[in-house]
């Protein structure tokens, strides 16, 4: 096999793949050397490729600012648990749909998909949660309305339903009770597809400060997006607000260097879920 | 047992799929019992935080009033429903709305799944790893921050000027005002949506394509099949069902603009609403001083309602091409 | 076997039926019982609960703690600020009302919900308890003229929150370019329109007219004047009124109190407003106004004056153009600010005013204690008190000068707008400009200004709600281009002019007027 002969398709997604890259490699370039760049810097240009005039103004101000230690904490409870609690719930529900069961699977689908259009709106859920479970200022509020995504139920199931199904028979011949093949077969055999919609949860926890704003009122548990929200929200409101005598923030800088406050734990834990996608995929290059 | 007999009835429907999975059909009946346990939490979960809740969608249909709450407030009738539908702009306002986010689904899916593709060929695990990293990020980055990004490109820092019409200078072509120009704004909200979700999508197709047998390849290989002949025969065809529910989940949704991005972008900019105004931004615009949550229910309940049928025409049509690939 | 199946599913539909019925009837029975949520519990410790817009002020903790152990020690309970952010506070705060929280004050104006609230009956009618002569340091400190014009229909539903008597918008101009012009005493609108055009001509990188995206509604037909609009700036004495903040304002008969007939007519009507939009128009078109001044944000603008790249921008009678002289002078050297009022007649115009407070501190009717409440706004009207929250612990948070000057030390920063802005108890900043020392001094005296005769007139949106709501996104449509000069004025106008028409211009316009002739007869 000519292995190192690249063929005309393999050379357009290098150029493709390049381009993309570059497409988001400079933004994202732009972003950081932007929260090193001085607020006046920034005013005057817009944006710097490389930051001309030092300045950490806005580092200093996130990271002095009240409670972000606390804020991390928080961010990282409600993604960890939230993560794990979510993956096995969905899975569960994933399966049962994936099965295609008479009776069960067709009404679950049908059941899990219509919270996906239709929503009672902010004051029911806001009544149910606050008057009802009494979950204020506990994690618990920001993780468990968002518990389910109906949209990752979904891309599970379709990835469930791409497993081999003589594997299951031929566990079923054996002797192997359902539970026993979900757990042992089934989740063993979907780890790319695990990583993903677990990759997609800890994402959602990991931004979501909506939740976080409605039931948690307590400043010292603000998860870290709330906390940033306030910081961005802050900055551009109406007219009709009387202007304080605050000290000089740097608008453009803060809310750069807030970016790249969310994104570095995301892009730090990043690998461990692409470990599991990324396996699979090189044999059918590699081989090539 | 005559309960038993009309549960079996399914089974009685034309085998579509392999035979493999006519036979699943019949199997886990015995089992069924315990198999319920593993949907039991998320049925829990969708009763309580998602069907309990839907009750309040009583105040779409009430005159809302902040002291009575939505439950006690009095009835209304349709009349919640009526200010945007009787509005001169409902129009062209669910004109964009579809236009925009039919133009949205269908370029973001596109660009995820070639995408996906190309960066399978791609080799070196090195190069591959940090790709993969790097197309993913602009989906954390904040509409706000895109907002900023954009009106430099477009207009410079000051207002005047901006990357692109310096570029457009370079080329001879005369400059133009972007953030008073509609036309162009359905296609650079596109790009935008493009880039913030074409990476994060592309994972999903990634580990579907991981799903698919190393055999499937080497079988192509051995008939002599080019890279590109497999990609197009074989990946594409086998990433057609993950494809098919994406876009199945998104026409339900399309009757909400994305909020968001949208806002963020175009905010109060009047002279670009021709091409951009959606139902969300337009109700939002609308309602912001009144704090009515009676005229903003009734509005999710039309873009629900409306999104469902849309759904339901989608899955038949689905169901009649291609059943596998039904999500039902 | 498969009836498993039946009586699982039988089980969890009845299961999930009963359940939903149960938080029904949950649900309706609930706002007639008295429900303790949240909130302290009466009698013991109680602690107000508090709701604050904005972020939690850098060192907030401590000086929250300093405040409790006074109030603890004088009145015998605490307080227990929620700050919420300020894109979500409007819904946020509404959301609490419908919910019935038991949350004490609130931050309310007519462009948060405050009509809607006390329409429904939400807030509590203060009367009563501000003349049960309980609350001297309040009464002592807020105008009583101030308290009659923010009565609506006789009504008192929030304690006005001020820190200057009238609020008027002007220019804040870079005096030294001014001078570097040859133009060291710039007083009217002439003067500021050579200004401008001489910095776009010497000034290649500076854009004269500084513009955000939350100001269109104020340039042309605004109360009391509009920003760009000379003839209003020559006559300030035009009544304007709307049904709400960013839907059409109406221009009202300036002899209504004599004929009894308000007879409103839609702003581009009234005298003076077409020519300013054909004026503003040429400064859009001469480059004078920066061109994204639809989409630019009003703090990325303010940082852009402070870089030192605009030659003007909007200032308020409140005081704090001059503190952003630090940040500039660090960016440009030798930079220096001054208040421009083009008024006709300078300090002795006389102009309109309606003395509407634009923020008001609220009491809801579940809370815990009104008349706590009230006491808490009695408390914050005490210099110390007021002090102590406003600019935090002297000494770290800020350094006293003289009796009514003070030196900001730390990055301390309180929404005093929102619980405890006194006009009387309020400091200035140290390094106060001369100019806008003059305009803030001349703001405090209510015999500046000639009372708005349609002062206190609060017209209800409600009849009208649904045109109201389509006139709104008419005006953000096709007004607003409008009035920073983006489009074409004729075109422009006639646009807006069939949009609003088709939104129901004829009724809003019949309504204002009926509700507006009722207020003059109530006069």
Known sequence: MSGKKLEPFTVVSIIGVSFAVLACAIPFWMIISGSFTSETELATTGYSLFPAAFDLTAYKMIFTGPAVLDA?????????????????????????IA??????????????????????????????????????????SVILPLLVMPFLVFVQVSAFRQLPESIFESAKIDGAGELRIFFTIAIPLSKPILAVVGLFYAVHYWNDWFMALLFIDDVHKFPLPLVLQNLISNISFTQMLPQLAEAATPVYQLRLALTAVTIGPILLAYPFAQRYFVKGITLGATKG | MSTLQTRQEPQTRPPSGPPGRRRARRGPVRTSWTIG???????????????????????????????????????????????????????????????????????????????????????????????QSVVFFPYFVSPVVISIILQVLLAGASGGG????????????????????????????????????????????????????????????????????????????????????????????????????????????GTLFDSTDVIDTYVFRALRQLGDFGTTAAVGLFQSVVGFILVLIAVLIQRKYSKETSIL | MSHHIMSRRRLLATGGGLSLAALLAACSDDSQKPQSTGGAASGGALALSLLLPGDLPAGWDPVLAEVNKKLQADLGFTIKPQFIPWTSYGQQALLKFTAGEKFDTALQARWLNMTQLAASGSIVELSSLLSSGKYPNLAATIDPKIIEL??????????????????????????????????????????????????????????????????????????????????MWDNPTMSIASFTGDSLNFVLAADGKQTGSSNPIPWWEAPGMVDALRKIRKYYQDGLINKNALTLDTKALDSQFKAGRVASSWAM?????????????????????????????????????????????VLNAKGQSNEKAMQLQDWVSIKENHDLLNYGIAGKDWNPIGEDKYEKLSTYTFPGFALAWRAKLERRVKDMTESETKWFDWAQDINNFTIDPYASFVPDPEPIKRENTQVTAAMTQFANPLFIGAVDVDQGLDKLKKALDRAGLAKVQAEMAKQADAYLKGQ
Not at chain 2, 68 to 77: A, C, E, K, Q, T
Not at chain 2, 180 to 185: A, K, N, R, S
Not at chain 3, 327 to 332: A, C, D, I, Q
């Open chain 2, 162 to 269: 901006g990357a692109v019409n310096d570029a457009l200078g370079g080329l001879g072509f005369p400059a133009v005002d972007w953030y008073t120009e509609p036309g162009p704004w359905p296609w650079i909200l596109t790009v935008v949506k493009v880039w913030q979700l074409g990476g994060y999508l592309s994972v999903i197709f990634l580990a579907a394509i991981t799903g698919i047998p190393e055999e499937v390849y080497e079988a192509g290989m051995i008939d002599g099949a080019s890279r590109a002949q497999m990609a197009w025969r074989i990946t594409l065809p086998l990433l057609k069902p993950t494809a098919a529910v994406l876009l199945v989940l998104g026409v339900g949704r399309i009757f909400y603009g994305d909020f968001g991005t949208i806002y963020a972008i175009v905010g109060d900019n």
């Open chain 1, 99 to 140: 099965r295609r069961l008479p009776g069960i699977s067709r009404p679950l689908t049908v059941f899990a998909y219509l919270p996906m259009l239709f929503s009672g709106g902010l004051v029911p859920l806001y009544l149910l949660v606050t008057q009802y479970l009494k979950l204020q200022n506990s994690y618990f």
């Open chain 3, 150 to 231: 923010n009565r609506w229909s006789g009504k008192l539903y929030g304690l006005p929150q001020i820190n200057s008597v009238a609020r008027f918008h002007h220019f804040s101009i870079r005096q030294d370019l001014a001078e570097k012009l040859g133009m060291s005493d710039i007083t009217d609108f002439a003067g500021l329109e050579k200004f401008w055009y001489d910095v776009k001509q010497k000034n290649k990188d500076i854009i004269p007219i500084g513009v955000s995206s939350r100001m269109p509604k104020l340039l042309v037909a605004w109360n009391p004047v509009g920003w760009l609009n000379p003839y």
């Open chain 1, 72 to 96: 991390y904490f928080a961010s990282v409870f409600i993604t960890v648990v939230g993560t794990a609690l979510s993956l096995a719930v969905t899975s569960g529900l994933s399966w049962v």
């Open chain 2, 37 to 131: 346990l593993l949907a039991l939490p998320a049925v829990v979960f969708f009763l309580v935080f998602n069907y309990l809740p839907m009750a309040g969608l009583v105040v779409a249909f009430k005159q809302f009033d902040v002291n009575l709450g939505i439950f006690d407030s009095p009835w209304n009738g349709l009349e919640n429903f009526a200010y945007f539908l009787e509005s001169g702009d409902a129009a062209r306002i669910l004109f964009n709305t579809l236009f925009l986010n039919i133009l949205f689904l269908i370029a973001t899916l596109a660009a995820g799944m070639i995408l996906a593709i190309m960066l399978n060929e791609i080799r070196s695990t090195f190069f591959k790893r940090v790709s």
């Open chain 3, 317 to 361: 009678t409140d005081g704090l153009s001059s503190t952003a002289l630090p940040e500039l002078t660090k960016n440009v050297p030798g930079a220096m600010i001054a208040n421009v009022m083009p008024l006709k007649g300078g300090e002795s115009a006389k102009p309109y005013q309606t003395f509407q407070s634009d923020n008001f501190v």
